[in-house]
């Protein structure tokens, strides 16, 4: 089974800075690429940051310039790094494999996520 553990969560102030991780197992890390997704209570899930196979990145054009996506395919893992983080980042945080580029559609099933609250 496809597993991905997102971690790295917590409260911080606004203006600070947070450090996601997203383990994955049961694919063949190096040939998929990986998003993270964000969902407040009663929102849709949205896309934040995807990272495609070959290292090509994309942005959703809230976070641009704060968020920075990357990969260590050496431990099948995905980071978000997330700086002047801002009340409205305030979300739970998924990460997922991603189908489509640049649509960022990810796979049907979700594991975990981990809760970012920003406080102003």
């Known amino acids: 089974d496809v597993q991905l553990q997102a971690s790295g969560g917590g409260l911080v102030q606004a203006g600070g800075s947070l450090r996601l991780s997203c383990v994955a197992s049961?694919?063949?890390?190096?040939?998929?690429?990986i998003g993270w997704f964000r969902q407040v209570p009663g929102k849709v899930r949205e896309a934040v940051a995807c990272i495609a196979k070959d290292g090509a990145t994309y942005y959703d054009d809230s976070v641009k310039g704060r968020f920075t996506i990357s990969r260590d395919n050496a431990k099948n893992t995905v980071y978000l790094q997330m700086n002047s983080l801002k009340p409205e980042d305030t979300a739970v945080y998924y990460c997922?494999?991603?189908?489509?580029?640049?649509?960022?559609?990810?796979?049907?099933?979700w594991g975990q996520g981990t809760l970012v609250t920003v406080s102003s």
């Open positions: 049961g694919l063949s890390f190096d040939d998929y690429a």
């Open positions: 997922n494999v991603v189908l489509t580029l640049p649509s960022m559609r990810p796979l049907d099933s």
